[in-house]
């Protein structure tokens, strides 16, 4: 009787027969667009920008919008970055 195979096994076999199918640049590509969206797009984002330079602070941010404090922490970081990024 064979051997059962694992969940390792299996997503194992699945990642190979993915490599096998696909070039390297397909997955890199995909890999690019995966992941959860984000919680603030578009006019939450621009809300939280005039909500911040009307001085609230990060916690009333979060209770306004209905997020995480800490995903209002990551987009205030990641909308500094992307200034930082255009001004160089």
Do not use: D
């Not at 330079?53 to 209770?63: D, R, V």
């Amino acid at each position: 009787m064979a051997k059962e195979l694992t969940v390792r096994e299996m997503a194992r076999m699945g990642g190979i027969a993915r490599a096998k199918a696909h070039s390297k640049t397909e997955i890199r590509a995909w890999s690019k667009l995966g992941g959860r969206p984000h919680k603030l797009t578009g006019k939450s984002l621009e809300h939280l920008q005039e909500m911040l330079a009307a001085g609230k602070t990060h916690s009333e941010i979060s209770k306004r919008l209905a997020v995480s404090l800490r995903t209002v922490g990551r987009a205030v970081s990641r909308t500094e970055a992307e200034n930082v990024a255009k001004t160089l």
